[in-house]
């Protein structure tokens, strides 16, 4: 396929924030794609190259970009930088430059989604001494190939600043209407912009078909494939795959105990919420264990005490565990906020020396995957019994998480003030009859806690500060995502970080960073790529015209990093909504 029809369909679904119409565009394109495309172009339309559970990276920074773009085109790399701080988008400035761009530097060859794919795919794989001169000249074979509007979107995909606002409905919706539409007897209207469908049973029949395979596989491309290739039998035979991870599940928040038994129902198990991060554990019939976290990234070398947990005291040979991994005080045995243990998830070296230093407690309290066979569609209470069997527990090592079983609030106000005592940030409660729904928050799970509830923002925007501050980014603009997924500011940010790094999360430690996103400068302000994410307290949510979300916090103030969360966790506008609704009637 020529890679300038995926760009008409990135042209066409930038021209629409209406999720319906991405959602049929998007169904149209698919039905004409071959079977051999169709992987690439899924990955594309995520703009990635590669399955978000992969940790290689394209490794390609702003200024790598620059000197590309001047080898593609001729241009000094001085004159293009300055258009770069002009239209503040590398990807404008590349679509500018390459219809301006020197005669001599013009090919005929037509660029294939295979080619762009193929091409950037090989940036994250060279390595050793010459790797800048060859991604170098990678990238510039595309953009000497490529017309300007290609060169746009080739730009913003290594960049990894792609944003379509296609969230992860609108791609199983597309899949469903692409290739099940003739047997659900679907109909877009774009003037109502609003679907007909003649048989609602059997669209919920192929939509489920659709969101389960993508349950088990994480992975739209497999999915889209499988649809394409084998129609309805192709989903059902696609399996869960140990060493692969999949997304967990989340759960919804509230701040009373009445509501949380509303939602979960009576008796529920409650167990305490730990301060720590998800670990999904997975181990396969070789024996080999692979431990991932909840943004899929996989952290088996950096957490080797856990790797022999796991070995040797869960039953099995084969499984896939969902736990958190807590850290604690080595002298008193008390856990620890999540702070104190975050840096192991990004460390590379001194290994055995951090373990010792940071110890971590595996918490266990789900199983999706047992002995080859798939446990999503089973009820919790028997997922727990499982787990019951199979794990010798080991205080500070491996242990189940603190359940128990309630119908009474006050039984659940015992238990919270034992959780908060221990250390903890309160509870969880959970229906006992319920599956494990992968990534999505449906009332099968709640958190409950005492204190006010923060938001967990990403920082898309930056400011250099003054006097002692002059080299440190020090005030962040700071977003949730609107139901387009594409982040709309709410405020900005610049208490709750430390002047001196031995004393928590500082503000060197934050432009460390923050300096390889910037996208662009304007005097001290910078656009920064969203991929930061952090938990934000605040004393209360006003309505605002300032900000694109309509509303902003009063003095927001940063509680803490949340590296193991990814951007699409970000708290949405529609819970900024609850909130703001919940705060006016107390």
Known sequence: MEYSKLVELYEQLNKTTKRLEKTHIISEFLKDVGVDDIEHVMLLLEGRVFPNYDSREIGVASRLMLKSLSVATGIGVDKIENEWKRQGDLGLVAETLVKTK????????????????????????LEGEGTVERKTQLIAELLTSAKPVESKYIVKTILGEMRIGVGGGAMRDAITWAFFGSKIGIKYTKEENDIQVEDREVYNKYL???????????????????????????????GMKVGVPIKVMLALKVDAIEEAFETVGKPAAIEFKYDGFRIQGHKDEKGDIKLFTRRLEDVTKQFPDVVEFVKKNVKGKSFIIDSEAVG??????KYLPFQNISQRIKRKYDIDKISHDFPVELNVFDIIYYEGKNLINEEFEKRRKLLEKIIKQETKKIVLSKSKKVSEKKDVEKFFKEAVDSGNEGLMFKALNAPYKPGARVGYMIKFKSMMETLDLVIVGAEWGEGKRSKWLSSYTIACLDENNDFVGIGKASTGLKEKEEE??????????????IISEKGKEVRIKPKIVIEVGYDEIQKSPTYESGFALRFPRIEKLRDDKGTDEASTLDYVKKLYNGQKKS
Do not use: C, W
């Open 102 to 125: 020197k005669q001599a530097t013009l090919h005929s060859t037509k660029l294939t989604v295979k080619k762009v794919f193929d091409n950037i795919r090989k940036l994250a794989e």
């Open 328 to 333: 604690y005080d080595k002298k008193t045995g």
């Open 208 to 238: 489920d078909a659709v969101q389960s395979a993508y349950d088990v596989t994480n992975e739209f491309a497999l999915v889209a494939k499988a649809a394409k290739s084998k129609g309805l039998e192709g989903l059902e035979n696609i």
């Open 504 to 517: 928590g999360l500082s503000f060197v430690e934050m432009t460390r960073l923050l300096k390889p996103l």
